[in-house]
Each structure stands twice: as C-alpha cells, then as structure tokens.
C-alpha cells in the first residue's frame, strides 16, 4: 500500500494579473502525479480545467476564464492529494471590450467573442453588438397595445436600428412610466457616448501610445544599423531584405484583414438581406401560402394576398422580387385552371357555380368563365335528358341497369304538384310507384322523370344567366376594374346564344315526350333520335292526363321563371297535341269499353220496362266525360281544342261511332224473339231520356258538336227501334191474321147461304184471344209499348177483314147480319187502339156489306153484340183504359 501524498500546494503564477482567456503558469507542490491524476483547476471562483495542461508535479499551464470574482486564489484538486491549498492570488483585469471591427494598437483574440466551452452553439450577430439599452436606464415596458403604436405612428417602427425609427414610438414602448429625472440621466448617457465615438481616434492612439512608442525605437534602431552598415543603397542588403519582409508582412496583413473586411461586407449583405426578408416577407413567403390556402380551399385569401402582391410587386424592377413574383403568378396559373376545371364539373349547385365564377373574374382568368359554365351546364342538361330516355327504354325491354327507374318522391316535380292548389274536378290522383300491383307505364314515369331533371336544373342555369347579364356574378374587385361592364357587354352580345340554348332544352323536352306518345308527330330522323318506344300497348286515357298534369306543371314552373312565352311556345303545341290525343284515345278505348256492356246485360227488367243496360252505357259516357274533364279544361295560355274544326269532326265522328256501336249491341242483343220486346223498351227509353241527358253531358263538357252527335245517334236508333217493331208485329201479327180467313170459312161457311146468326163465331174469338195474349205479353215488359204494338196488330186485322169483305162476291141476308156482327164486334172490342188507318178498314169493309133494312135485324144485331160483350166481359176488360193501372209485381 502506497503511502498518503500531500495535498498541492500552489507558490507562484505568472502573470500574476490579466484579462479573462490570459494564459498563465501555475507552479507549486504535489500538483497531480500525472494529467489523469488532475480532477479541479479554478482560478479566482472559475474552474479552468478544461483548459489545464499538466506539464509536472510542479507545473501547469491553464487560461483564465471569465470569473465571479475581481481576486482569488488557484486551487488544484487531484485524486491522489485532494483539495490543494495556494499561497498567492491571481487579479483579474476587466478591460473595456474591443469589437472585431473596431480599430486597436494590439492584437485581439477573437476567443473573447466565442465561448467554445460553455456556449459553443452560440454565435454573436454583429447586431448583439450593439447597445440593448442605448439610454442606460431601466427598461419598463408599457401597457400600450403594438396594433395602438401602428396606428398613431403609421409606416414608422419602434425599433431604433430601422430606417423609420420613431424615438416617440420607442420612450411609449420602453419608458412609458420612466420619471423625468431619469430621462434627464438618460441624456447624460447619450451624450457621453457621442463624445466617446468622436474620441475614438484619440482613445485609438492613447491606447495604443506605448505601442507607438516601441515601433518607434524599433525603427529608430534600424535606421542606426543601416547607416553603420553603409550598404543601403545595395542590392541584397539588409534593407533590401527588410522591404521584402514588410512587403510580404503588409500582404499577409492584408489576407488577415481582407478575411475581416470580408466577413464584414458579408455580415452588411447579410444583414441587408436580412433586413430585405424582414421586410418583405409578404412576397417571399407567398408561394407556399397560397399552396398552403389552395390545399384548405380558402381562395379568398389566395385572391387577396395575389392583389395585394401585384399592385406592390406587379411592375418591379428588381430581379429578386420579379423571380418570387414570377414564381405567384405560375401558382396562381395553377389555381386559375384548377377553378376552371371545378366551375366546369357537373353536377354542381348554382352557389358554387357563382363562387368559382367570382374567383377566377378575381384572379383575371382569360376568356369568359361565366360563358364557359353556361354552355358546359346547358351540354349537362341535354345530356341528363338523353340518358333519361335512355334509362327507360332499356327497362321497358328488360334491362335493369337504369339510373331512373326509382322516380324521387320529393322531387321538384312532386314539391311544385303539392304546392299547386288544388281545383275542383281534378279527380286524377298519380298512382304509388311503390305498389307492388299497379305500377304506372314506363312512359309516364318517363316523362315524370324528365320533367323533373328540367325543372330541378333549369332554374338554376336561367339564374345563372341572370346573374351573368346583370354582372352579379362578379366581385366588387371586377366592378373597380372595370370588367364587369366588359362582361356584361358579352352578355348582352350573346342573348341571341342562350336563347337558342333554352330553345333547344324545351324543344329537346317536347321531342322526347312526342317520342314517348306521339311518335306519328315526328320525322324518321327525329324517331331514330327520340324514339325507340315500344308502343304495341297504347296508354289510355288516365295516364294520358297524368302526363298532360305533369306538362302542365313543367310549363307553369318555367313559366315562374319569367322565360318568354315564345321559347315555351312549343310546350303549348305538345301540350295542345297531348289533349286532342288524350280526347280521340279517351273516347276510342270508351269506344271499346261500350262493345263490352252487351256482355253485362241480365234482362232484369223494372218497372218502367227497361234493363240496366241504359243506366250503363250512360255512366260510361259520364265517366269519360268526367275523365275528360281536366285535360280538357283551358288553363292559361292554352286554347279550346274544341274550337278546332279537325278535333270538332274527329270528336263528333267518334262520339256518333260510339253512340251506333251501342245501338249495334242492342241489334246484337234482339236476335232471341223473348228480347225483342226488352230491347224495344229500351230503344224508347234511350230515346226519351238517356240520349238527352247525354246531349246535356256533352254540351256542358265542351263539345260543341252535342246536337249534331244526338241528332244522327237518334235517326240510328229509331231505324232499329223500326226494325225491331216491325220484326215484332210481323211475328205477332201474322199468325192472328193468316187465322181469320180459315177460321172465317171453316165447316164451309158460305155468306150467301147461312143460317141466321146466333153469336159471334169461335174464329173471331180466338183471334181476340191471341191479341188479349199479345197485350198481356207487352204489358208485362212495358206498358208504354202496349197501345204502340196493339194498334199496329188491329191495323193488321182490320185490313186483313176489309180485304176479307171486299173478295164477297155477295151476301145473304144473314150473311150479311153475321158479318156486320163479327166486324162491330171486333171494332167495339178493340176500339182504345183503333187508328185513322183501322177505322178506314172497318169503314170500308162495313161498306162491303148490305145496309141492314129492317129494324128487328137491327135489333137482333144489338142484342146479339150485348151477349157478346157479355160472355167475353173478362176478356175484354184488358182492352179497356182501367187496364192501364200499373200491375203490381
């Protein structure tokens, strides 16, 4: 184990005194075995063993760093003798700091101003240089805010090393709670360090006075020597050499010092730049700003900073400024075709169209945006409405990738229906598309959809146009300029275009609504276009008028929209077409509707003789005429289709081909000889009431051809009625008339050789009988047919005894009482129905008889017509007017 070592012991230094970063020698005892051996070093407070150089046990050689203390001691501590002790002291001198540009006698360690130990990442600006308190008084900072400052001193700067320094500006900021007094000392201050910069030459000499002082007995020795030598005038002689050595001593100080000045004019243009950066940032920070801005969307801003930078940078000179400026503009290129780009996307909503629009008139884009958006919106909407029809087609055929099938129920089509008031007679409802069992045609829901598109996408580009034309479209920056009245100039040069334009989306609307439903309407070239419909099934009436609804409120939506009615005109023309086709389909399918009611006869007959076949075709007719109502009410703008003459003869020709298809069923319904009787009563029926009560229908809906239609309706029905009347009695009539001439004759009977009469014979009895069989059958259907049919069959018999008499070649006397017996028997019995033309044939058949001579054969002829009328009393009372009281059932 090695024995214990002293502790150091320092006994001298050398130099005793000096500035901080001197170096000294310390000497002493036991100073460290070895430079490990060495742990502390401070001098005077200040440890300076990073910069210790142990030489010996009796020897280290360290610099003296800036310490606390004006005097102190040297303390060595060393692991093997510990904390040492020291005999002597060190002074430190704190002598006024040189500047590295500032004039000196001697040389300066630039040391002083880099602290490689303890701040090594620190570098002194050549503006820390300068005083932070240049009046050497307390700083207070005030209470005033900067944006206050700005204000009361516009372009001016509280910074005292600006060129727009405000000394105001700087005591408010700085010394706003400073006394007097200590402003007064604030002056003192200055003042003396203004005399102390005009002493600088005199402080530089006397500074460096011993300096001079040197060189100048220096010089004066050498000028000694050289005289003493003699050989200055000599080449290669001591001066000689002495001017080589000064020469090449004057060109290595200047390599000092032109790495100096260097520096210096390196830290002025550094500082100039500096100060230029500073001052504006603005510009050369503004690309990334607006890269930054456009990524988050905030053009505003982009647009201003771009206004901002081109009224102050726009007309520069300077080659910095017009390269940074250079460098905004092709961003702002940039921004220009990416606005455009997004101005033109569609689909897009009217504010963002209005908002890129004043963007790019902002930003002083080329050309017309505002135009551009306008044609690209109106190619959209073309486009929307071809794909539209496109869409429905494919479904009709099959194919389910249509972008329309679902019709949107908050459409803008459904939104203007349910705001429309609602009027009397519109009893049309749109069927659900969601139902699962009735599901409207392809074409309706076709033009549903289109006119939504148009409507929804309309508005907003007639307002974009607006907007154009009026220059609202564009900034208060475009109205200083002076390019919004350029703009609106090319709105009003290009009216005629965007008319054209609407033209051509109404006209577009009509012909895909005319290639849906009226495909006769249009040209091949125009059904290759728009058609492609499959139209084996004709819409009927009720999806017409939902179609000619949905028009109607197209129309009046673009109406609202103040479009001039010469562009709509052709919505008026298809929506005119849409009725007249709506009226002929309406009354062609009620046409077909009527065929179908011989079906829906059931012979069930009341008691005014009639089915219910009347009571059905009439509320047929009704029911069309009900569903005619709404497509052929005039709304404003439009005409009545009845005023036209083709529609007044197409309708009245379809209504009269309605009407004699009816009639037509009644002839069909009549071939069975039990209906014959029905269908005449329903003839007269239809006559007397249904065909007026239709007359009156028709007129009231419009159609100016009422009389005409049951004028030539009537005529057909009473040639049926005619023609069935006639088939009735004749097959009625007959068998009673073929009976009298056999009956008459029967046992052979002879006129001119009988016995006298007793009565009225069976034969003339039976043929009573079977008119009593006939009466009955017609009473039972109508008893307003009876006196009708009765009077017809009388005629036929009268005529039929009158042809009888007159073939007599004579009579007997009591043939002759039997005859005119059997005549006034059948006359009294059937006289309710006996007619102008049945009189005269028992007028002329009784003149076909002798005149009665006697009065017991007058006599015998009454009593024998009272025993007739006696025994048939039953049977003729069926004749009488009594007979006529409804039968109850």
């Known amino acids: 184990m090695s024995p214990a070592r002293q502790p150091p012991l320092v006994t001298g230094i050398s130099p005793n005194e000096g500035a901080p970063w001197t170096k000294v020698t310390i000497r002493g005892e036991n100073l460290g075995t070895g430079a490990n051996d060495l742990i502390g070093l401070s001098i005077c407070g200040h440890n300076c063993l990073l910069t210790a150089e142990w030489m010996s046990a009796s020897k280290i050689v360290c610099r003296v760093g800036p310490a606390k203390d004006d005097k102190g001691e040297i303390i060595v501590t060393t692991k093997s003798g510990g904390h040492g002790t020291s005999t002597v002291s060190f ?180 500082r100039n730049a500096l100060n230029v950066l500073q001052r504006f940032k603005f510009l050369f920070n503004l690309p990334l700003n607006i890269e930054r801005n456009i990524q988050k969307g905030d053009y505003d801003v982009v647009i201003n900073d771009y206004e901002k930078a081109k009224s102050l940078f726009g007309n520069t000179e300077v080659p910095v400024f017009k390269k940074v400026y250079s460098e905004v503009e092709t961003r702002i290129e940039a921004l220009r075709k990416l606005l455009l780009d997004k101005l033109l996307e569609t689909p897009s909503t009217l504010h963002d169209q209005k908002r890129y629009i004043r963007y790019l008139s902002d930003l002083h884009a080329p050309g017309d945006p505002a135009w551009q958006c306008i044609v690209a919106q109106h190619k959209w909407i073309l486009q929307l409405m071809q794909n539209c029809k496109e869409d429905y087609i494919k479904e009709q055929k099959g194919i389910h990738t249509c972008r329309y099938l679902e019709l949107d129920r908050s459409s803008a089509l459904n939104r203007i229906s349910l705001s429309a008031p609602v009027k009397r007679g519109g009893s049309f409802q749109t069927p659900k598309d969601d139902s699962r069992h009735y599901k409207s045609p392809q074409q309706v829901r076709f033009v549903e959809k289109l006119s939504d598109v148009v409507i929804s996408q309309l508005p907003n580009f007639w307002k974009l146009w607006i907007s154009y034309v009026n220059g609202s479209l564009f900034s208060e920056t475009g109205e200083k300029s002076g390019q919004v009245e350029k703009l609106k100039k090319n709105a009003r040069q290009r009216q005629n275009d965007f008319k054209g334009m609407i033209e051509e989306v109404t006209r577009r609307l009509v012909q895909l609504v005319r290639g849906a439903l009226l495909p006769s309407s249009l040209t091949e070239q125009q059904l290759r276009q728009y058609g492609g419909w499959d139209t084996k099934t004709p819409l009927s009436g009720v999806w017409l008028t939902q179609v000619i609804h949905t028009v109607r409120l197209s129309h009046e939506a673009l109406s609202a929209l103040e479009i001039p009615n010469d562009l709509l005109q052709v919505i008026q023309d298809l929506l005119q077409d849409l009725r007249v086709h709506c009226l002929l389909t309406t009354l062609q399918h009620t046409e077909e509707d009527v065929k179908r009611l011989a079906e829906k006869e059931d012979w069930v007959v009341d008691n005014e003789g009639i089915t219910s076949l009347p009571a059905q075709f009439e509320q047929c007719m009704v029911q069309m005429l009900q569903s005619l109502k709404e497509p052929m009410e005039c709304k404003p703008g439009e005409i009545n289709i009845f005023n036209l003459d083709v529609v007044q003869d197409k309708a009245c020709e379809q209504c009269v081909s309605i009407m004699k298809v009816f009639i037509k069923c009644l002839e069909h319904l009549s ?179 002798p005149q009665l001579q006697s009065g017991a054969d007058k006599k015998l002829l009454e009593e024998l017509q009272n025993k007739f009328k006696s025994t048939m009393k039953l049977q003729l009372n069926c004749f009488k007017p009594a007979s006529f009281q409804p039968v109850k059932r």
Request: glycine fraction near 6%.
């Open 91 to 270: 002074k430190l001198l704190k002598p006024e700091r040189i500047g590295i540009l500032d004039q000196s006698a001697v040389w300066v360690d630039e040391l002083n101003y880099y602290d490689m130990r303890t701040d090594r990442n620190k570098g002194i600006s050549p503006l820390s240089l300068r005083p932070a308190n240049p009046l050497g008084i307390d700083i207070d900072k005030g209470k005033v805010p900067l944006k206050d400052l700005e204000n009361m001193f516009p372009s001016m700067s509280g910074d005292f090393t600006s060129e727009n320094f405000s000394a105001t500006w700087y005591l408010i900021e700085n010394h706003s709670s400073t006394s007097f007094e200590q402003l007064r000392a604030a002056v003192g201050n200055l003042k003396k360090q203004a005399s102390k910069k005009n002493e600088g030459s005199l402080a530089y000499v006397k500074g460096g006075l011993s300096t001079f002082f040197e060189a100048q007995d220096a010089l004066a020795a050498i000028h000694q020597k050289l005289e003493s030598d003699g050989t200055e005038k000599v080449e290669g002689s001591m001066t000689q050499r002495l001017e080589n050595v000064l020469n090449r001593a004057s060109e290595t100080a200047d390599t000092l010092f032109q790495e100096v000045l260097g520096r210096k004019d390196k830290a002025d243009s550094t």
């Open 671 to 849: 071939t069975k000889e039990q209906h014959l009787l029905i269908i005449l009563s329903n003839c007269q029926y239809l006559e007397r009431h249904t065909f007026l009560n239709l007359a009156e229908h028709l007129e009231k809906n419009g159609f100016t051809t009422a009389e005409k239609i049951i004028r030539v309706s009537i005529e057909a029905l009473r040639q049926l009625d005619e023609y069935l009347f006639e088939t009735y009695i004749e097959k009625k009539s007959d068998p009673i008339v073929g009976s009298l001439e056999p009956g008459i004759y029967a046992g052979y009977f002879d006129w001119k050789d009988c016995l006298p009469p007793t009565g009225v014979r069976s034969y003339l009895k039976e043929a009573l009988v079977s008119i009593i069989s006939v009466h009955a059958e017609v009473f039972t259907v109508s008893k307003e047919l009876v006196s009708r049919v009765i009077s017809k069959i009388t005629e036929a018999v009268a005529e039929e005894m009158s042809r009888l008499m007159q073939c007599v070649s004579s009579f007997s006397k009591n043939g002759a009482l039997q005859a005119r017996l059997e005549i006034c028997a059948l006359q009294d019995a059937i006289e309710p129905y006996l007619t102008t033309e049945s009189l005269t044939s028992f007028k002329q058949a009784l003149e076909a008889l």
